[in-house]
């Protein structure tokens, strides 16, 4: 019923810049929330930023000052940019959403995420 569609990682240098996109698509009544959230090799996903009802936002100590996230809500679609890339950054990065979809007459809630979009950081 809904999907996300990552774009924008790659290969960035330690110091730089790089911006993460995350559009949400399908039959949906109301994002409540949507995050970016990364694993890298051996390690459990973790929690990069949350943008949820009211904007309100959370972010891991890790990024915290480094990395913005922002939404646009007239296109679903959530945001994260990184400053200040750190090589413990490298990641694959994946996007999540939450939220309620229609279906016909019906409702129902999603939880979705994304395929992932590889983040790194190498000189």
């Known amino acids: 019923q809904v999907q996300l569609v990552e774009s924008g990682g790659g290969l960035v240098q330690p110091g730089g810049s790089l911006r993460l996109s995350c559009a949400a698509a399908?039959?949906?009544?109301?994002?409540?929330?949507m995050g970016w959230y990364r694993q890298a090799p051996g390690k459990r996903r973790e929690v990069v930023a949350v943008?949820?009802?009211?904007?309100?936002?959370d972010y891991s100590d890790s990024v915290k000052g480094r990395f913005t996230i922002s939404r646009d809500n007239s296109k679903n679609t959530v945001y994260l940019q990184m400053n200040s890339a750190r090589y413990e950054d490298t990641a694959v990065y994946y996007c999540?959403?939450?939220?309620?979809?229609?279906?016909?007459?019906?409702?129902?809630?999603?939880?979705?995420w994304g395929q992932g979009t590889q983040v790194t950081v190498s000189s």
């Open positions: 943008l949820g009802s009211g904007n309100s936002t």
């Open positions: 399908g039959n949906i009544f109301y994002i409540n929330s």
């Open positions: 999540n959403a939450e939220g309620t979809y229609y279906s016909g007459e019906d409702v129902g809630i999603f939880g979705v």
